[in-house]
């Protein structure tokens, strides 16, 4: 009761201050400040417990992991295909040792190296070949067999495509030849030429040929099983130590597409492009993956952009944000003299969209004042800051009035200036886990991969009981290359 009658007698004084002045005012927030001032209050504390704290209510949190975009370019480089190619037709490159079926032997050795070269999507190259071959003639009462050898230059083309299920579709086609020595058999002794004959054994064999090279070279390069290997990793949880804590990510694919295969300046070139959702995880415990889904079809695209899009979930907590506040603000004195007060404890919760900051301050005032205020991403600090900071008033509460007036000029630019919660270490544990676990790494003999994140962003800032859980947006570039 003594408390109440203090305030009114308080309150009494100042309209009794701004009549002796001929000021006429509707409303204490009207007052200037010194004229407040000018009231004696020295001998007067106030306890705030009169002031209801602004209710503590949360919006239902529901988190869907938002869908990461990666795209990586892809480069292989054609002297590689050259080597896989020489490995894969050294020697004997083709045999066929029984000429009953058709009256013919054929083997043929590969001479030389092979030379590549891609336009657009076609694989061209010659393959330099020995030729021995095993003719059985027909002298109507009986047969005879003969033997030739060649050397010949052979021009082919090859069309690689992909198949929805991962396989490589290739179509080769002889697109000219050149006899290196032309072919001969020895009939009386004699080597005589049967470039005529060859040229007619070579038509007849040439769908053989195109058949065996593109065996051989989906044999050389199992796209399907790299793919389905590749999709089953990205699934088990990656795990490195970032700027000392234990970091997991656990990646959940949902589709995966390429640009067609291009051919440009010495490699042949796509991208691939990923979308998946991404956990990230705090802590010594493997967090397990989830349930592993299989390589699905491949679609095709024809162009799509070289940059990654991840979206990582990260809390804020309020233990967090009280310890980063009492750092700032606790012993800090606002106002002057008598009237002064000073912040003891500093505590956050939310109100819906609201972010409410407590104070336990002594002094002018003895107990708890609240502010409201908005959380915001501030991207050039790459912090979480606060603005619109307001004091909520009750306008037949003269304190409010008085704690509105006195103090929260001082109190909003300290909290909205000063007060952050950085987040550009938890951007680096994110980088630095890129570099650790993903980027600069050979994943496969001759597959490296090297990348950057270049840009930190939040899309979404949910006030939760727990505390801020934040929706970081993070931008980079990836790039793969078999060489």
Sequence with gaps: MQKLLSIIILSFCILQSAYARKEVVDDINDLPLDTLLSVKVDSLEIDSTTIEAPEEVYDKFYYIPRTSTIHIPMSINIPLIERR???????????????DDDGLKLKAWKTRNIKLKYQADTLFYTIPVKIWAEKRFDLGITTTDKELNAEIEIDFQTTINFSKDWKLLTHTTILDYRWLSKPTIKILGMNMSISFLADQLIASNRNDFNKEIDKALNEQIPLADYMAEIWMSMQEPISTNASGYQIWIVASPENIYCTPLLGDLGKLTTTLGIKTKLDLFVGTQNPGSRRKTKLPPLKMYSNCMDTIDIGVLTDLPYELMDSVAMDLLKGTTFGEGRHSISVDTIFFYGKKDKLVIGLGVSGFINGKIYLESVPYFDKENVSIKVTDVDYKLDTRNVLAKIVNLFYKKKLKEKLENEFELPLRTEFEMIKEFGRNSIFDTEIFPDI????????IGVERIQITPIGLKVSLDINGKLRLSID
């Design 85 to 99: 190619l020489n490995e894969a037709f050294s020697g004997l490159i083709y045999n066929d040792s029984i000429i």
């Design 448 to 455: 490296k991969i090297n990348g950057r994140l270049d840009d």
